[in-house]
């Protein structure tokens, strides 16, 4: 089907459909881009006839997959107030881009005003007989790293710092270290000089990636060299060695926001194409911020819901990861008008989805807007939880506060106060 084809894919050799949608846009444009320049070679309207229902799809015959970069311009109703704020001058980037082109060195600042367009991926990635490690989630050691930190020193030894290479040379580190499990802190592609500013005459930077620009792309400026059309490759290649480690992958994942910001913020994907239904909006078209970051992705809404669970599966099928980390998850059990919900339909799709089946799903269960669920996160047994209060409580204990050695032992011992054994299993508390 259409709908089932979101993003650019190579159908052949020399032709590519491209799909996408939006709820409530007149008309939607085509715009194909030479590597590195900043004007389109070709602008194409998609025909009234390519369109059903919501969904925009048309296949570009004699095109390279390897020859350009494409976006999007949508026009539509300007009612900020009823958040529709379409505009049709606006370059946008697809929010299901399998590769993102416009940031490639960390640190380097694009030179162009709508930096980001996607770009085919050619999936020819050779797994060999890779598997994944499917460990018991009561055995899991899990190691938290950042990326670039990880590698960046001179001290690491690696020939590639700062990126998947690096931290595919620094495995047999990790097995003397006895992990099993290494949770990746974002990895999706984003911008690190998007909040560049200075201080004491030095630039700061988004070190840490929780500002997604894109959640089915990899972080291009984590890569050694630029993959353009192999992009996934270098990523692939670590996933795969570390299975043959017998190390499995988890992911923090970010969905609870995206890097848009709120009515001050950029303009480049997801406000053009549906702004009311990918946020979370007050009655007077503002943006709720339960983030703390500006936005918050409006995740019970059937449009987002598809989205979420269409990355997720991409991502265990494309590139085999094992579980999830889900940041300040808490917001996808909020309702769209920021309620929280008992059954929120989000969690409960990721919780029965067959392909997510032997995933593991990890909740940090707050959010910034107060929402508070260690021990209580809607899990349908599924979702294991951050213990929040494990660490505070460890750490009153360590510190010498009265009276924490009766709370410090139960933390410990597998914290049963707050996850009943009968109804949470023995794998919630990490």
């Known amino acids: 089907s259409l709908y089932e084809m979101n993003g650019a894919t190579a159908l052949s050799a020399n032709a590519i459909n491209f799909t996408v949608h939006s709820r409530n846009a007149v008309s939607c444009e085509l715009l194909l881009f030479r590597h590195k320049e900043t004007e389109p070679f070709a602008v194409l309207p998609f025909p009234e006839r390519y369109r059903i229902g919501d969904v925009y799809s048309m296949i570009v015959f004699n095109l390279n997959a390897k020859d350009f970069e494409y976006a999007y311009r949508m026009d ?94 620094k495995i047999p580190y990790l097995k003397e270290l006895g992990i099993n499990a290494v949770e990746l802190m974002p990895i999706f592609e984003f911008d690190e000089t998007g909040s560049l500013r200075s201080y004491n005459g030095q630039d700061l930077i988004d070190y840490w990636g929780y500002n997604s620009v894109s959640f089915f792309a990899p972080n291009t400026s984590y890569c050694s060299s630029i993959e353009y059309n192999r992009e996934g490759t270098e990523l692939k290649q670590l996933v795969k060695t570390l299975h043959e480690n017998g190390i499995e992958v988890i ?82 059990g909020r309702n769209e008008d920021g309620s929280p919900m008992s059954k929120p339909p989000l969690l409960q799709s990721l919780a029965f989805d067959p392909i997510l089946g032997k995933t593991k799903l990890i909740a940090e269960a707050w959010d910034a807007g ?34 924490t050695a ?14 009943d054994p009968q109804t949470r299993g023995h794998n919630a508390s990490i």
């Open 76 to 169: 539509g109703p300007y009612d900020p107030e009823a958040g529709l704020i379409f505009d049709k001058t606006q370059i946008l980037l697809d929010p299901y881009a399998k590769a993102v082109t416009g940031q490639s060195v960390w640190g380097e600042k694009p030179s162009q005003f709508s930096p980001y367009r996607g770009r085919v991926v050619l999936n020819n990635f050779d797994w060999g007989t890779a598997v994944r490690p499917l460990l018991p989630m009561r055995e899991l050691i899990i190691y938290e790293l950042h990326v670039r930190g990880f590698t960046m020193h001179h001290s690491s030894g690696v020939k590639h710092p700062g990126t998947f290479s690096g931290l595919r040379e």
């Open 251 to 332: 992911l923090d994942v970010v969905f609870n926001h995206t890097a848009e910001g709120n009515e001050q913020g950029s303009f480049f994907s997801f406000k053009g194409f549906d702004n009311n239904i990918y946020y979370m909006l007050t009655p007077d078209g503002k943006y709720y911020n339960y983030s703390g970051c500006g936005n918050t992705l409006n995740c019970n809404h059937p449009i987002v819901q598809r989205m979420i669970l269409d990355c997720l599966r991409y991502w265990v099928t494309t590139y085999r990861i094992d579980g999830f980390r889900f940041d300040l998850a808490s917001i996808l």
């Open 370 to 403: 107060g929402l508070y669920q260690v021990g209580s996160f809607p899990s349908w047994n599924r979702f294991a939880e951050w213990n929040g209060r494990y660490r505070d409580d460890i750490r009153g204990f360590l510190k010498g506060d009265t009276d």
């Open 406 to 419: 009766a709370v410090a032992a139960q933390r410990i011992t597998g914290s049963a106060d707050l996850y």
